[in-house]
Structures are given as structure tokens and as C-alpha cells.
């Protein structure tokens, strides 16, 4: 015999409460997540951070509120979009571009869970199309990180860079064809701080995927697992950054 049809509905209702839970400790665990990426990014790029609002922005992730907003050029950025789009400003002269990223980023993770609302008990109200454009973004952002540079040919953020490369690059502009002595001569080579054949630095890009992990599976919780981008669409996302 078949389900009765308050049967099926007591049913769906228990699959949807369920899915909310995990729907939370996706959440959660991005929140967690970004902070990480926010802590490390900042001792790396200890002059693109305001110290003085650190803490706020950090209440704000835990929080899972989304009401600070931050002036620029005279202007109250509000929507994700307007934060990555000062981040990813190849003006070199940009002050707390990690505080601009991670804002960025916090806000769109907010309005795709509905943080806002508070917890849901119900998967019911979730659009998985945020979750589709969160999980596209995040994949996007791990490869423009990574590559973006100012108009001086300097990298915006510095993450998988050891000390070493960031020093060759500067030396590059006066010196295009370096030889074997100008790497030795690099002061994290010389006083043998860093190795030339020591690996670079992907914890960031780890702590992204990790993210997108959650992402993923918040999606396949409400019915509809995100496909792999191709490499036309993560170039057009790129551009829109």
C-alpha cells in the first residue's frame, strides 16, 4: 500500500527539517571558514586590513548579520558586488582591500543562506539559485585571488607567494632576464629564510574549496548539485569582478 497523503506530507516535512540542520552547519562551518581565511589574509597582507575595525568585521561574520556597510570615494557600498569591485580595482592605491574582499564575500554567503532571517526550520524559502551563484563566485574568486594585479604589476593579495617570488617579481621590472646569481641573491635566499624549490603557500586556496565544498552540498540538499564550471564561464565571472 502506498503512502496516504498526510502520510507523503509528514514525510516531506520531517526530509525539510532535516535539510535545514544541514543547511545551518553548512553555514557554520563557511562562517568558520572565512574567518580563517580573513585571519590568514591579514597576516600576509598586514597593511590592506583596517586594524582599528578588525574586530567589528569579525562580530559581523559570527554574527551572521550583514547591516555594516563601509564608505568608499564618498559612496555607502552596499550590495557583494560593489565590495569585490573595489577589491579587484587595479588602482594601486586602494586602502584595506582584504577588508573589501572578505565583506564582499561575507555579504553574498549571508543572502544566499538567509542569515538575516535567523535559523529556518524548513528548507522551504531557500532559492537554490543563490547557492548556484555562491558556489560559481567562490570558484571564480580561488582563481582571481590568486592572478589579479594592480596597473603596477603587483599582486593585489598576496597568498600563494612565498617571500622569495614576491621579491623576483620587483626585480623583474628592472631586470627582465634574471640569472641564476640574481636568485641567489634574494635576501629570503641568501640568509636561507625560503628554498627556490620549496613549495608555495595553498592553504588559501584550500580553505576556498572547502567553502565551495559546503556549498555544494547545501545545493544537493535542496535538490540541485551545481555542475563543474567551464573554464568560458569561470573566465566570464572573472571579467564581472
Not at 551572521?64 to 559612496?75: A, T
Request: hydrophobic share 35%; net charge positive; glycine share 4%.
Amino acid at each position: 500500500m502506498g503512502c496516504s497523503a498526510t502520510g507523503q506530507e509528514k514525510l516531506q516535512e520531517a526530509l525539510q527539517t532535516k535539510g535545514a540542520t544541514y543547511l545551518k552547519k553548512d553555514y557554520q562551518k563557511i562562517q568558520e571558514l572565512l574567518l580563517k581565511y580573513k585571519e590568514k589574509l591579514d597576516l600576509r597582507n598586514p597593511n590592506n586590513y583596517d586594524k582599528k575595525e578588525n574586530y567589528m568585521l569579525q562580530e559581523q561574520i559570527k554574527s551572521g548579520k550583514s547591516n555594516l556597510n563601509y564608505i568608499y570615494n564618498g559612496k555607502k557600498l552596499k550590495a557583494y558586488d560593489e565590495y569585490f569591485k573595489v577589491a579587484f580595482d587595479k588602482s594601486p592605491l586602494v586602502p584595506y582591500r582584504n577588508d573589501f574582499l572578505i565583506m564582499g564575500l561575507h555579504k553574498l554567503i549571508v543572502q544566499t543562506y538567509n542569515a538575516n532571517e535567523g535559523h529556518k526550520i524548513s528548507t522551504i524559502g531557500y532559492d537554490v539559485k543563490h547557492f548556484n551563484k555562491l558556489y560559481y563566485y567562490l570558484y571564480a574568486l580561488r582563481w582571481k585571488i590568486r592572478t589579479a594585479q594592480d596597473t603596477s604589476g603587483n599582486y593585489l593579495f598576496l597568498t600563494w607567494q612565498n617571500n622569495w617570488q614576491v621579491e623576483l617579481q620587483k626585480r623583474l621590472k628592472e631586470t627582465p632576464s634574471p640569472t641564476w646569481q640574481t636568485l641567489q641573491e634574494l635576501e629570503y635566499i641568501k640568509n636561507n629564510k625560503e628554498s627556490i624549490f620549496g613549495p608555495s603557500n595553498f592553504n588559501f586556496e584550500i580553505l576556498i574549496t572547502q567553502m565551495i565544498e559546503h556549498v555544494k552540498n547545501s545545493a544537493k540538499v535542496i535538490g540541485d548539485e551545481p555542475v563543474d564550471l567551464s573554464i568560458d564561464a569561470l573566465v566570464s565571472i572573472v571579467l564581472f569582478l
